[in-house]
């Protein structure tokens, strides 16, 4: 979900900023050029990880900027294909389900990637999974898990640059509470199948 | 602005939160090194919501049983290490058994491709006992009775 991106750029920092060491106005200068924004089939700049070069700061005629020639790492939120994450239901359309991870929240979950029998609720605006014997509600700000799998980039200024398409088929997707099971319950599981594998191994030896 | 490698490493939620949390105390003077000053806007923006998302409870290494540590990432006793002499996984398959830490087998096939394939079922036993060692308890439903008894 996170990664590093190593960049190098022309980095500039004003007069008003001399008051800073070096490293101080050069972090806070990259911060100001690319925390939040995206850069185009790379992600979403969180932040400065490390500068790992910079060169001598040149100053600009007239201006008195001081040009710096850096190398560094972004911290960047780059989800890869098939990649389940944790969010939580920001609100439903007809269309879907939009996901929020408070910091992005451009994830769309379309009805095509939902698991079968699926309908939306206009009057509540959520959608429901209709199972043998209850019904299952996608509610807002239910945390749910959904799987990357496919991801848009766009430089037209009035639309998200970028987009990720989930999707909540697979079991153990959606909200997570659906799938929530007793410690009990999930050690007795374990000892069942500890207990099965042990008879198999006996019925071979047996057979042999 | 030239991007020299665009994907050099893949960091796990945890870390990403111990690198906000040092990042947020450098601005606000917490961390004994005054270097204090006030962040860019948008730095502040984007660094406030990552924080308040990898704060949230619904975040496995912030139950209050789990044991993740730098050790447990990277290492020697960490969890990759532990693993990999018997277990072949990839290592997106590792990002996401720290960052979604499952707890039984329906977990455990989401986050592993073809599962039950490439696993036994008590392999698959045994590599969620590993990340219990290794990671500590997670948040699991309490048991009805106790849940509706007590309060």
């Not at chain 1, 972004?74 to 359309?93: A, N, Y």
């Not at chain 2, 997106?92 to 977990?107: F, G, H, K």
């Amino acid at each position: 979900m996170f990664i590093l991106t190593t960049i190098s750029d022309l980095i500039q920092i004003q007069p008003e900023e001399f008051g800073k060491t070096s490293a101080q106005a050069i972090k806070d200068s990259i911060n100001t050029k690319y925390a939040n924004k995206v850069i185009q089939q790379v992600g979403v700049c969180i932040c400065l990880f490390d500068l790992t070069k910079s060169s001598e700061g040149n100053i600009g005629h007239g201006t008195g900027i001081v040009n710096v020639n850096a190398e560094f790492r972004l911290l960047v939120f780059r989800p890869f294909q098939g990649e389940i994450i944790i969010g939580h239901i920001k609100i439903s359309d007809p269309t879907g389900i939009y996901v929020s991870l408070d910091f992005f929240d451009d994830i769309y979950i379309p009805e095509a990637l939902m698991p079968e029998g699926v309908r939306y609720n206009a009057v509540e605006k959520v959608w429901v999974w209709d199972t043998d014997d209850s019904e299952l509600f996608y509610d807002n700000n239910e945390t749910v898990r959904f799987r990357v799998e496919n991801e848009h980039w766009d430089t037209n200024e009035e639309r998200p640059p970028y987009r990720i398409i989930g999707s909540m088929t697979i079991s153990g997707l959606g909200p997570v509470l659906w799938w929530e099971e007793t410690r009990e319950d999930i050690e007795a599981a374990r000892q069942a199948c500890l207990a099965g594998a042990a008879n198999g191994d006996a019925e071979m030896e047996g057979d042999a | 602005m030239k991007i020299l490698k665009a994907q050099n490493a893949l960091l796990t939620n945890w870390e990403v939160a111990e690198i906000l949390r040092d990042e947020g105390d450098e601005y606000a003077g917490t961390d004994a090194t005054a270097r204090n000053r006030k962040p860019p806007s948008n730095l502040k923006d984007v660094m406030t919501g990552a924080s308040l998302y990898l704060a949230r409870p619904s975040q496995p290494f912030n139950t209050p049983t789990a044991t993740y540590t730098p050790a447990a990432i990277a290492g020697p006793i960490s969890l990759v290490a532990r693993l990999s002499p018997k277990y072949k996984l990839t290592k997106a398959e590792y990002i996401m058994l720290l960052n979604v830490r499952p707890v039984n087998l329906i977990e455990f096939e989401m986050v592993v491709d073809e599962a039950g394939a490439r696993f036994a079922e008590s392999e698959q036993w045994e590599i969620l006992e590993v990340l219990k060692e290794v990671l500590g308890l997670m948040y699991e439903k309490p048991p009805e009775a106790q849940a509706n008894g007590k309060k």
